[in-house]
């Protein structure tokens, strides 16, 4: 019924703006309380088997809401009413911005992608600190924070940027992100070489820490699929000598050549950030990578190209402890991590595993032997 919708309605609207009539409804059903509450009976069943600890926290399930469909906080209840095990929000910056000029966001249905380049469209954070400040929680859903350089601020004064949202949003976070890999604010991505990535994390993690003082917030990188081998491997290297507690895994790519992409040539070619099915190699690829240099001892986050169970499942065999999805979500719908979920029990049952944590890295591990 929901491809149905889509064909006739959302594939006809300008894509932004049918995330924000969508965006509405999930808001207007997480307010009501009998129809979150039958909607969550039907989109968010429980598997018991599924039950995930990372990060120092439990959680329902491996499966969440990767940051950018959320930005500013305001339907963490709705997306965990449609089944999500936590919800990522963001990417927030330390000051409010309108983001880059429409028209941003681009659907590739034929190739199930989307290109933006949204550009960190959000409130700011003292803003979305003050939200999640004020927020009285429907749903028990571990709320992650994921935090991006504002625009306007040079590359030389990022640290002092990124350390300004943290002081604001650390305590509100289950955890926090660092988010250096977005292609859609110049410079960005430069901050992913380690010797500016160093400075900048260990700045965010002495904040986080006076900021709140009574408990560790965990700390996480997000990184992207277009960084060469070698430089995963020192981001992986530098994770854990700073002692971060994982990295995600990836953000967007700006590749567009050799992924066989088969909608108009004119969409291919706008310039923003590819996320979907395309990206899901190298998103694999990059995690089985780090999973090989760290086993366990950073939580490892795939993300990237997740449509189905089967994706799922495949990211927990490489090494994913978590997994998030968003692009799958607008071309599935509202069933979409009622699917994730259904099909990974399905798939724990019938593997060699007892647990799911046992599973995680099982493949990379099989073919380092």
Do not use: C
């Not at 979907?276 to 690829?285: F, N, Y």
């Amino acid at each position: 019924m929901y491809k149905l919708f889509f064909n006739l309605v959302f594939k006809r609207m300008d894509p932004e703006a049918a995330h924000h009539m969508a965006f509405r409804w999930i808001r207007l059903a997480a307010r009501t309380p009998v129809v979150r509450t039958f909607a969550a009976a039907a989109l968010a069943p429980r598997h018991k088997e599924l039950r995930t600890e990372a990060l120092g926290l439990r959680m329902h399930g491996p499966f969440g809401l990767a940051a950018g469909f959320d930005k500013n906080a305001v339907a963490i209840d709705g997306m965990s009413m449609l089944g999500f095990d936590h919800v990522e929000i963001g990417t927030v910056t330390a000051q409010a911005q309108p983001g880059n000029p429409r028209k941003r966001l681009f659907r590739l249905v034929p190739d199930r992608a989307l290109i933006n380049r949204m550009g960190f469209n959000n409130d700011g954070s003292e803003a979305v600190a003050a939200r999640l400040a004020a927020r009285k929680a429907v749903f028990k859903t571990v709320v992650g924070v994921n935090i991006g350089k504002t625009k306007i601020v040079p590359e030389e004064e990022a640290v002092a940027d990124y350390v300004a949202s943290t002081e604001r949003l650390a305590r509100h976070a289950d955890y926090l992100v660092v988010n250096v890999s977005s292609p859609n604010t110049p410079g960005l991505r430069n901050l992913q070489a380690t010797e500016s990535l160093r400075p900048l994390l260990a700045a965010v993690r002495e904040a986080a820490d006076r900021s709140v003082p009574d408990r560790r917030v965990p700390l996480l990188v997000k990184i992207a699929p277009d960084l060469a081998d070698e430089d995963v491997d020192a981001v992986a290297d530098l994770a854990l000598e700073l002692g971060l507690d994982g990295i995600i895994a990836t953000n967007t790519t700006i590749a567009r050549d050799g992924l066989g992409l088969k909608s108009d040539p004119a969409l291919v070619k706008e310039a923003g950030g590819l996320s979907g099915a395309p990206v899901k190699q190298r998103s694999l690829e990059v995690l089985r990578r780090l999973y090989a240099r760290v086993g366990d001892r950073l939580v490892l986050v795939g993300v990237g190209g997740i449509e189905n169970a089967e994706d799922a499942w495949q990211r927990i065999l490489a090494g994913a402890t978590l997994i998030q999805g968003y692009s799958a979500f607008i071309y599935e719908g509202p069933f979409y991590a009622r699917a994730i979920h259904k099909g990974l029990a399905a798939r724990l049952a019938a593997s060699p595993y007892a647990t799911l944590a046992e599973a995680v890295g099982a493949e990379t591990r099989k073919a380092a032997q």
